[in-house]
């Protein structure tokens, strides 16, 4: 009953989310990934830390790599950004063209 609750709470969440439309609306395939200086920081008492620093990327269907990096190098945060799970501070994420990151 309580995973029930929590499932719907998360629910309402994501639909006042400002990427619900993207995440929601029909699309096809994606096929091109693209940074453009998109880096992201957090506000840690009253500081800014920075969780991944300026990054250019561009990632063509098909294409595999791999993200390597020390512990809070931003490998967590990169796929979160590509996921639109996290918002980045700055720079543009592009999908096929089309700038996502707004």
């Given at each position: 009953m309580r995973a029930r609750l929590n499932l719907a709470e998360v629910?309402?969440?994501?639909?006042?989310?400002?990427?619900?439309?993207?995440?929601?609306?029909?699309?096809?395939?994606?096929?091109?990934?693209?940074?453009?200086?998109?880096?992201?920081?957090?506000?840690?008492?009253?500081?800014?830390?920075?969780?991944?620093?300026?990054?250019?990327?561009?990632?063509?269907?098909?294409?595999?790599?791999?993200?390597?990096?020390?512990?809070g190098a931003g490998k967590s945060t990169l796929l979160r950004l590509i996921n639109r799970l996290e918002t980045p501070s700055g720079g543009q994420i592009v999908v096929d063209g089309e700038d996502v990151t707004a």
């Amino acid at each position: 009953m309580r995973a029930r609750l929590n499932l719907a709470e998360v629910t309402k969440q994501v639909a006042s989310c400002h990427c619900a439309d993207f995440l929601t609306r029909p699309h096809k395939v994606r096929s091109v990934i693209e940074f453009h200086n998109v880096h992201k920081t957090y506000r840690v008492a009253g500081k800014e830390i920075p969780a991944l620093h300026p990054t250019n990327l561009r990632v063509d269907d098909g294409q595999v790599f791999g993200i390597i990096g020390h512990s809070g190098a931003g490998k967590s945060t990169l796929l979160r950004l590509i996921n639109r799970l996290e918002t980045p501070s700055g720079g543009q994420i592009v999908v096929d063209g089309e700038d996502v990151t707004a």
